[in-house]
């Protein structure tokens, strides 16, 4: 049985990860600041082949720990999104750059890790020029902190000399929605979908732009596959995260939400100027590893309204989740 270490276990991508690889067969060790707590892994703690270590990436001492004995890597944890890492640049430029250098570093190290994946973003394509589509080949214009500091990681990890059974590989995720074991609503489609559904006039500033979506649970499924591909596909590759016929501008989503939700006020506030918009062309993942998404966006919404709809949630304005 192969064990993999998974950074950020507690977050939104990572708790759902760990319980895929969980039923895949493989041990799982977990680290995680619980910066937004814990309750994520509560169901998974009993089970015997997964472990959690409480810990900072920052830390020498608690990566070195959490990465013994372990196969492989999948590196999550980070300051995630633009608002997080503009409110706090020092911790974000010292988590999502020195933290993730000290994982990769003491990895490329440690010759019993053979996988590392690193969880970047399409955000790192930043404006893309006339009506085309991005891809993995297309010059990168990083707008925010933390699309620069993952662009910034990227080349580390391209560019530094490995050991030859050390296979990198960096994943550009796609924004991302959908249900969690650590919940968000500060993400696009979560959010415009939890307004309508509370009755609340929802505002869409900036109707034109455009973005990829791809549901939490394909995303982590990305990750597994990238574990279990040949080496000679991935080693020091890079890999968009997504579908290409899931490129959605706003106001498309505000059409599919009024299908779940016909009477939802719905404002559009005219913006002009967006530093982030983009379309992205996904066949590089498709052709090359297989990969497929098994939910769309309109899966999304729906699986989102239904828990609001139904009071599953206790306050879903909780600042629970949220990640600022």
Known sequence: MKKILVTGVA????????????????????????????????????NPNFEFVKGDIRNETDVIKA????????????????????????????????GAKLVFDISNKNNNVKRFVFAS????????????????????????????????????????????????????????????????????????????AVGNELLIFGEQFWRPYCHVEDLARACVLVLESP????????????????????????????????????????RDEDPRDYRVDFSKIKNELGFEITKRVPDGIREIHDIIKNNILTNPFSDNYKNI
């Open 11 to 46: 977050g939104y991508i990572g708790s759902v990860l760990t319980r895929q690889l969980l039923n895949k067969g493989y041990a799982v060790r977990g680290l995680d600041k619980l910066n937004f707590g814990g309750e994520s892994l509560i169901s998974i703690l009993n």
């Open 231 to 270: 080496s000679e596909k991935v080693r020091q590759n890079v890999f968009g995260v997504g579908d290409t016929n899931e490129n959605y501008q706003k106001k498309m989503l505000a059409d599919e939400i009024l299908k779940v939700e016909p009477n939802a006020k719905i404002k559009y506030v005219k």
């Open 121 to 196: 973003t399409c955000s790192n394509y930043g404006k893309m020029e006339g009506d085309g589509f991005v891809n993995e080949k297309s010059d990168l214009s990083p707008v925010s902190l933390y699309a620069k500091l993952k662009v910034k990681f990227e080349k580390h990890m391209m560019e530094t000399e490995i050991r030859n059974d050390f296979i990198p590989t960096a994943l550009r995720f796609s924004t991302v929605y959908g249900l969690s074991p650590r919940l968000r609503f500060d993400l696009t489609v979560n959010e415009f979908v939890r307004e309508v």
């Open 67 to 98: 990465i013994d004995g372990v196969d492989g890597v999948v590196h999550l944890a980070a300051i995630v999104g633009d608002p997080a890492c503009s409110k706090e640049p020092e911790i974000a430029e010292s988590t999502n750059w020195e």
